[in-house]
Structures are given as structure tokens and as C-alpha cells.
T-cell receptor
Framework: SAVISQKPSRDICQRGTSLTIQCQVDSQVTMMFWYRQQPGQSLTLIATANQGSEATYESGFVIDKFPISRPNLTFSTLTVSNMSPEDSSIYLC???????????FGSGTRLTVV | DQQVKQNSPSLSVQEGRISILNCDYTNSMFDYFLWYKKYPAEGPTFLISISSIKDKNEDGRFTVFLNKSAKHLSLHIVPSQPGDSAVYFCAASAGGSYIPTFGRGTSLIVHP
């Protein structure tokens, strides 16, 4: 399985500011995925990040709020923009593991907006 | 509307006994089901999966059962160990998609 390094692991941010989360994969992958887990909720897909093209966003998520970069096949960033307390969540990046149709996840970023 | 439901937010089991975690789904197009385990401050890790052409898949202490007619699956852990204490997520995908839909998770506590 791929190994994903995600940072920061946690942050406390002021409302109205932005935070960029980084994920580095130890192998080249075509697609990377960004998830959000709000307290007591399931993992919700935010967007799929493809190298060389615009990210594909799920319903309820927009590029202005969650801009994504994918400069190469091993790296991606997710920015949470103009944050409010409602953005307090765990954010996770992941890649598909073709061996078992499962996912490999990063360790997550626990974001608290105050 | 949740397509994958884990109705028990928590479960407490004694070490050595069986843990049974349940999951229900509503989308009849789902044909692949997965269980993930998540420790605090870590990302979810893949545990076991099952295709809709099977009704059981076993891997060591972990067995997943699928009842398609009831749209229900369960994860059995036998025997349960304190290290199994974690949040368990049920997930389902359709048509070979790599993008699963997750449940809200069940927090399992295995006490000595």
C-alpha cells in the first residue's frame, strides 16, 4: 500500500483565515481524494484531485471555499478558505489501493476554528 | 439521506468475547463493501472487504457477513482484544467505483 504523509496534524485557526493542508504520497498515483469528517459524522468526499486538470467537487463543496492543487502525481494540497467554526473537522487525503478496491488514508488534519 | 448506516455509535465488549458490528445500506447498486478501522489521531486503515457475489469473507479474527436481501452486513471479531478498540467504519461502493460511501462509524471498546 501507498504511504501518505499529511500535515499539519492539527491546527487552531481564527475565523476568516485560510489553512492549507498538504499530502505527500510515496508513489505516483493518478487520483487523490480529499475527505472531511465532521464531529459524529461519516467521512464525506470533498473532491477528487487529478494531476493536470481541475479537481472534481462533490455536491455541496465549491472551489472557492476548498481550492485544491495537484502539481504532480505524488502531491496535493487542500485549502480551507475564509474559515468559520462550522469548518472545524478532520480533513483527510487518500488514494485508491487497487489491490483491494480500498483506500489508503493520510493521518488526518484536525482543524479547530475559533 | 444516509445510504450507509451504522446505527450503533458505540459498543463495549469484554476481551475474548465476540464483537459484532452492524451496517445497513439502502442503495441496491452497491456491490462492494469495506470495513475500516480508525485509531485516534490516525487515518482510517482498510480492514476487510466483501464483494456482493459472496456472503462471507474471513481474514484471521475478522469475518464479514453480507445479507443482500436484507441490505445488511456485519463484522465479527473473534476473539476480541483490547487492541481492537477503535472506531470502525462501514463503506460501500457501486460499479467498480473507487469512491465509497461511508457510515458514521461505531466506536468499539474492548475491556480486559
Amino acid at each position: 500500500s501507498a504511504v501518505i504523509s499529511q500535515k499539519p496534524s492539527r491546527d487552531i485557526c481564527q475565523r476568516g483565515t485560510s489553512l492549507t493542508i498538504q499530502c505527500q504520497v510515496d508513489s505516483q498515483v493518478t487520483m487523490m481524494f480529499w475527505y472531511r469528517q465532521q464531529p459524529g459524522q461519516s467521512l464525506t468526499l470533498i473532491a477528487t484531485a487529478n494531476q493536470g486538470s481541475e479537481a472534481t467537487y462533490e455536491s455541496g463543496f465549491v472551489i472557492d471555499k476548498f481550492p485544491i492543487s495537484r502539481p504532480n502525481l505524488t502531491f496535493s494540497t487542500l485549502t480551507v478558505s475564509n474559515m468559520s467554526p462550522e469548518d472545524s473537522s478532520i480533513y483527510l487525503c487518500s488514494v485508491a489501493d487497487r489491490g483491494n478496491y480500498g483506500y489508503t488514508f493520510g493521518s488526518g488534519t484536525r482543524l479547530t476554528v475559533v | 439521506d444516509q445510504q450507509v448506516k451504522q446505527n450503533s455509535p458505540s459498543l463495549s465488549v469484554q476481551e475474548g468475547r465476540i464483537s459484532i458490528l452492524n451496517c445497513d445500506y439502502t442503495n441496491s447498486m452497491f456491490d462492494y463493501f469495506l470495513w475500516y478501522k480508525k485509531y485516534p489521531a490516525e487515518g482510517p486503515t482498510f480492514l476487510i472487504s466483501i464483494s456482493s457475489i459472496k456472503d462471507k469473507n474471513e481474514d484471521g479474527r475478522f469475518t464479514v457477513f453480507l445479507n443482500k436481501s436484507a441490505k445488511h452486513l456485519s463484522l465479527h471479531i473473534v476473539p476480541s482484544q483490547p487492541g481492537d478498540s477503535a472506531v470502525y467504519f462501514c463503506a460501500a461502493s457501486a460499479g467498480g467505483s473507487y469512491i465509497p460511501t461511508f457510515g458514521r462509524g461505531t466506536s468499539l471498546i474492548v475491556h480486559p
